[in-house]
């Protein structure tokens, strides 16, 4: 299993190892006494990543724009190990949890706005060492390429793609296939893995931009 960024932990948790990031609970997770809170693979496309060993790139304290950020689940363990932290999500009723989950976190940052236009965020947002992507839309690939231009040269782009989300009556791996394809027009992929057990029909990408 490849490394944990600094900052994520394995810890016990009801007799269970499981990851943890250190900080304000969000979302009613377990945590210990020191402050840790555990991060549920199950919950989470990113800690899946991590718990099936992807190598990820991530060191600790990068900065990070998350496309996808629903209520803040995933989002918030990454603001407690990341630096600033950029996150998109357009959904109103999530949304309104993430501005909760980003008032206990100086480094996170919501913004209110849809991953598809990343032109209506690019004033705001900073160059970043890491986009993690995970929007349940068509054309997954395509809102990856169209905030490429976040990405520093040397980035990585960690991307879940949810097969359902592009075509319900397609092979998952037909879909996974066209989708990576459609996006090595501007990343190369440096690994892909589905994320069973702990999300069906998913594969998660590292991938980093073709210069």
Do not use: C
């Amino acid at each position: 299993m490849s490394d944990l960024p600094e900052g994520v932990e394995r810890r016990p948790f009801d007799g269970e190892e499981a990851l943890a990031t250190q900080g304000p609970p969000a979302y009613g997770e377990p945590t210990d006494d020191e402050g840790w809170r555990r991060w549920d693979a199950r919950r989470s496309k990113l800690g899946a990543m991590l718990e099936t060993g992807m190598d990820t790139g991530l060191a600790g304290g990068e900065t990070v724009l998350y496309l996808g950020a629903a209520a803040g689940t995933t989002v918030s363990h990454v603001a407690d190990f990341a630096g600033p932290t950029y996150a998109v999500e357009f959904a109103a009723r999530p949304a309104r949890d993430l501005l909760e989950v980003a008032e206990d976190r100086e480094r996170l940052f919501p913004l209110l706005k849809d991953a598809r236009k990343p032109e209506t965020y690019a004033h705001v947002v900073e160059p970043v060492d890491v986009i993690v992507q995970d929007v349940a839309t068509r054309g997954q690939a395509e809102v990856a390429l169209a905030n490429r231009e976040f990405l520093r040269e040397d980035g990585r782009l960690l991307l879940s793609i949810k097969a359902r989300s592009e075509d319900v009556t397609a092979e998952p791996e037909t879909v996974f296939d066209d989708a990576v394809e459609t996006l090595a027009e501007g990343f190369e992929v440096l690994e892909r893995d589905r994320l069973e057990p702990y999300h069906a029909d998913h594969l998660a990408v590292v991938a980093r931009p073709r210069k």
